[in-house]
Structure formats: structure tokens, C-alpha cells
């Protein structure tokens, strides 16, 4: 089955052998990764500032420690997440890899839906950190600044009330997670909800008109019956 959370990702693959990465790339593309293939390794940094790829994979067919200290100089010049594959891996090149900057030392075959999750996994943890760093988050057309508490739909600001603000922030977060309304209530009211009130919907409402999503085919707020709300966008 197709990775439509790899669906926008670049991975930047350097190789020392481009016969050993036929198969990884083919099963990244399958998976929906878009993978930029580099063979020589000692390209890769000039690559990166090329590409600014989402994750760089580096593929070794047999490396001794030396050769991993490359993943010191991409560290010196990459802050995204950094991977390790190769059928050669003990814990002496584990240990080595994980030490000169790489984020992950994975043993082949790649071929797997655990290779995916992990780079996946990946993927996610480094984008939580992004976005903590700079407070900016975009979604499609939709940029959510926090450190300014604004919301810009199509580059037009949005006058969203605070706590459509804060309501907003808070699904975007959770983008790919279905949120309850309690959910919601225990967040932003620190309370839980009373059963019969439907103000979350009304303001759910009042965003979707804001941002111009519609609640029949909606590009963003997806109302998910008996269960709550789903941010389906996805985070650049």
C-alpha cells in the first residue's frame, strides 16, 4: 500500500554503490517518497543546500567506522533527520554512526513497512521540532504563525476571534488525529464538556467560513460523525 504521508517528502540518498540502492529507491518511490539519488557521498553537502531535502539516507554496502564520520560534516551543515542503512550493522557501526550525528543506523533489507514507520517516525519528530523553533506552521494555503498568534489563508490575514485562534491552533497540532469535542473542552477550557453544548461546532463553523473550507468536501476541518473533528491537512 502507497505512503501518502511520504507523498510530499524529498529524501536525499547517497550511495557508495549505486547497484545496492535500486532496490531501496524503487520501494521510498512506491511508497511516495520523492527521492533525489546522489551516488557520490562526498557530494552530499553541496546536495543538501541544492535540494533541502526532508531527510537525508545515507547507503552503505559495507562501511568501516571512518567512513561514517560523513555524517559529521552533514550535521555541521543539515539539521533534518539523518539515516543509516546497510546489510553490514553491529554495534560498534550503530554506535559509531548514532555518535558522529546520524539519527537512525537501520540494517537492510529496507523493504518493509517497519523501514517506513521508522522513517516516518522520523519525519515527525523533526517536523515538531521545526515547528517549535521558528512557531510557524503551513498547511497548504494556510499559514498558523504562533509566535504572533496570526492565521494567513492564500497570504490574506484571517480576523479570527482568540479562541478561534486558539481552537485552530490546537486541531493543527493534532493534524491526522480525530480530536473529540472533549478533547477540545480539556484543552482550551481545562474542563470537560457538557454533553449538550455545541459551541465547538459553531465556532468550527465560523473557521471553515473564515478559511473558505467547505464542510461538504473539506480540504482541512473534517467533521467525523459520533467521533469529533479531524485537521487533515498536512504540515510542510
Not at 504521508?5 to 550511495?15: C, N, P
Not at 533541502?52 to 533527520?81: N, T
Amino acid at each position: 500500500m502507497k505512503n501518502h504521508a511520504g507523498s510530499s517528502k524529498t529524501i536525499l540518498l547517497a550511495s557508495d554503490s549505486p547497484e545496492s540502492s535500486v532496490e531501496i529507491i524503487e520501494y521510498l518511490r512506491e511508497e511516495g517518497f520523492r527521492i533525489d539519488n546522489k551516488v557520490n557521498m562526498q557530494n552530499v553537502c553541496l546536495s543538501i543546500v541544492n535540494t533541502a531535502p526532508d531527510l537525508v539516507m545515507l547507503d552503505f554496502v559495507s562501511p568501516e567506522i571512518d567512513d561514517l564520520a560523513i555524517c559529521r560534516d552533514i550535521r555541521s551543515k543539515y539539521q533534518g533527520p539523518i539515516v543509516i542503512v546497510s546489510k553490514k550493522c553491529s554495534d560498534v557501526l550503530h554506535i559509531s554512526g548514532l555518535a558522529y550525528g546520524a539519527d537512525a543506523f537501520i540494517g537492510k533489507p529496507c523493504n518493509t513497512p517497519l523501514f517506513t514507520a521508522k522513517i516516518n517516525s522520523l519525519l515527525r519528530i523533526f517536523e515538531r521540532l521545526k515547528v517549535r523553533s521558528n512557531g510557524i506552521i503551513r498547511i497548504g494555503d494556510l499559514t498558523v504563525d504562533k509566535s504572533c498568534r496570526e492565521v494567513t489563508f492564500q497570504g490574506a490575514t484571517i480576523n479570527l476571534t482568540s479562541f478561534e485562534y486558539d481552537l485552530l491552533s490546537y486541531l493543527v497540532n493534532n493534524a491526522g488525529r480525530v480530536v473529540s469535542r472533549n478533547d477540545i473542552y480539556l484543552a482550551l477550557y481545562n474542563s470537560k464538556r457538557n454533553g449538550y453544548d455545541r459551541s465547538i461546532d459553531i465556532y468550527i463553523s465560523r473557521i471553515r467560513q473564515k478559511i473558505g473550507d467547505d464542510p461538504v468536501v473539506p480540504k482541512y476541518l473534517k467533521t467525523v460523525r459520533g467521533a469529533g473533528y479531524l485537521f487533515v491537512g498536512q504540515k510542510q
